[in-house]
């Protein structure tokens, strides 16, 4: 590394054979205007290129000494090239700007300056204030103005230009900001921007010149739209997750409840759905609950398995207890209490540390949501495949209800097509975990090769990580895999029965479809903790999507629908009091005591 070097400059380069030894040279007559020899050092941020840039950047790093090459093998997206440059610059004074020169040099002194004198931790040019001159077309000038504005409204930002590509950074200040940036590419700009105004960073943005120079490497339609989810994901951190306490969630949770019971009674009569479920054939209801029951021991064969390769080994009857009593704590508690309940049971009465005991549910989790989509997914195109879905069409054309027969084939051609995306995000996770090549990577890289593809391969990666635990143990694997698919066609079973209780007079194989989607979906509804339980999610799902795909009326399916979650809240609270009484475990305790323990995420 460079002695003495106060100021680093960085030139972000993808594919810029043409134009990156000019670059370099404007670049360094630019700084030794106002710079002394030796204080300055250019790095050539080459990201994975696959034109002649990495041979030219070797090149002027061997032609002068104030000139670094820093190389990528792939593709990193422009913000992590950044960072990976800024990590080898010597500077106290991080710069960068853009390699096409749009902004006017003459510039470059004062951007170095507003941070090399100390005044300024951040430092960035802008073609959107009242003194700047820029020559920005509509095609460019008109989203980037809307861009810019909807930043500054929902970030609550004072900058008026964020993406101009003309910065300087204090090193201490960046190094802080960078443990929490999370964008890679485009949006980096802005989420640097706009976590140095909320840590209290002191921010300087200065009119410049700037003139386009040939076309954006800016996808107006990919990179804009992403930077929007990127804006949104950013909002969401900063102005909504630090206040979603546990309390607020229960709040809005009941709240959401309760208005949407107020709603579903200006298009149901309460008491059609309550005459529904008077109706409904006891008996039927009570083998649902039998079947439902089953369940459970297979649960607790289940965590047995997976506690089993993380190296604690426990008797079958305290586990089951024990996801007893964590499911009786999600039902009882918001924002699924009930696993951190788990953790403790198994903290407090096997001294399992916590770390093992969210690890663990962390597992059981993502065999959950694979089984429901993998089952999902199946059964639907098995029905597609083999042309049975003619009794859903059948059922909604002898219900004489005009539209609705090309509205089912609709949604069943779209449903088949989420159930193939699902089953092969199953496949490509499953493989990868039973592999040591990255199946998830390779697949998402051959829909996309841009960052934020990049960001859900490492979503998709982190579950794959979680199987890998017991994918290393092909009977563990086949184990756990076998009872999650036993568990979840218990759990249809119970709603068949449920739907057959109320005489809604459908074929077997429309039934079981029917059982299988309004399950799944309601089940992932339920994934967004915004209520105890599920309690109201799990049946909107559910009714929406048995209204949707076959004849029967909403207020049946609404009261099928809060008999089936009735009677599996029913099960899981009364194993849940048994397993507390025999555990001696207390709910109430057993959250405040994990209170403080973070649970590992999927974000």
């Not at 170095?112 to 005044?119: I, K, L, M, P, Q």
């Not at 590419?185 to 802005?190: G, M, P």
């Not at 083998?287 to 047995?304: I, K, M, N, T």
Request: aromatic share 8%; glycine share 10%.
């Amino acid at each position: 590394m460079p002695r003495g070097v106060e100021v680093s400059v960085v030139l972000p380069a993808y594919n810029e054979a043409d134009t990156i030894g000019e670059t370099v040279a404007v670049t360094l007559d630019a700084l030794a205007d106002f710079l002394p020899a030796g204080s300055y050092e250019v790095l050539v941020a080459e990201d994975g290129c696959t034109d002649r840039t990495p041979a030219i950047a070797d090149a002027l790093a061997a032609e002068h000494e104030a000139v670094r090459h820093v190389h990528a093998d792939e593709r990193l997206g422009r913000g992590r090239a950044l960072e990976v440059a800024f990590e080898a610059a010597a500077g106290d004074t991080l710069v960068y700007f853009d390699t096409d020169l749009a902004t006017d040099m003459a510039h470059l002194e004062e951007l170095v300056e507003s941070v090399r004198s100390g005044e300024y931790d951040v430092a960035t040019g802008s073609r959107w204030l009242s003194d700047s001159d820029a020559d920005r077309p509509a095609r460019r000038g008109i989203p980037s103005r809307g861009y810019n504005a909807l930043v500054r409204w929902l970030l609550r930002s004072d900058v008026r230009d964020h993406q101009c590509g003309f910065k300087a950074f204090d090193r201490d200040a960046l190094e802080a900001l960078l443990g929490t940036v999370e964008d890679d590419h485009w949006f980096w700009d802005t989420e640097v921007l706009v976590r140095a105004q909320r840590a209290g960073y002191r921010v300087r943005e200065f009119p410049v010149a700037w003139t386009p120079q040939g076309d954006s490497k800016v996808d107006l339609v990919r990179d804009v739209l992403g930077m929007g989810s990127q804006i949104v994901r950013t909002w969401w951190q900063l102005s909504v997750r630090p206040r979603v306490t546990r309390r607020v969630s229960l709040a809005a949770g009941t709240l959401l409840v309760l208005v949407a019971l107020a709603l579903m009674t200006l298009y149901l009569d309460p008491r059609t759905v309550l005459a529904e479920m008077a109706a409904a054939d006891p008996w039927l209801v009570g083998a649902g609950a039998a079947v439902y029951l089953l369940s459970w021991p297979l649960r607790g064969l289940r965590y047995r398995d997976i506690l089993d390769r993380l190296d604690h080994h426990e008797r079958w009857g305290f586990l089951t207890g024990a996801v007893f009593i964590s499911q009786t704590g999600n039902l009882v508690f918001p924002a699924r209490a009930g696993d951190a309940v788990r953790a403790y049971v198994l903290k407090a009465r096997r001294r399992i540390p916590y770390t093992a005991g969210f690890a663990s549910l962390a597992i059981e989790r993502v065999f959950d949501l694979l089984t429901i989509a993998a089952l999902a997914g199946t059964v639907l195109l098995g029905l597609v495949a083999t042309g049975s879905t003619g009794g859903i069409t059948r059922g909604l054309a002898q219900a004489g209800i005009e539209g609705t027969t090309a509205s089912g084939r609709t949604a069943l051609a779209v449903a088949a097509a989420v159930g193939t995306a699902a089953i092969l995000a199953v496949a490509l996770i499953v493989a990868s975990a039973r592999s040591d090549r990255n199946y998830v990577r390779a697949g998402v890289g051959r829909l996309s090769s841009d960052a934020y593809a990049g960001y859900v391969a490492g979503v998709l990666e982190r579950f794959a990580g979680d199987v890998q635990a017991v994918a290393t143990d092909r009977g563990a694997f086949l184990r756990v895999g076998a009872t999650s698919v036993a568990i979840w066609t218990i759990d249809v079973a119970t709603a068949i029965l449920v739907l057959a209780a109320f005489g809604v007079g459908l074929e077997v194989t429309t039934l079981v479809a029917i059982g299988f989607f309004a399950v799944s979906v309601g089940n992932l509804a339920k994934v967004l903790p915004l209520s105890p339980g599920g309690i109201g999610l799990y049946e909107g799902a559910f009714t929406v999507l048995v209204v949707g795909l076959t004849p029967i009326p909403a207020g049946t399916a609404l009261a099928a629908a809060i008999v089936d979650h009735a009677v599996k809240n029913v099960v899981t609270i009364a194993g849940g009091l048994g397993s507390m009484a025999w555990l001696n475990v207390s709910l109430t305790t057993a959250v405040r005591e994990t209170r403080d323990v973070e649970a590992p995420t999927h974000e």
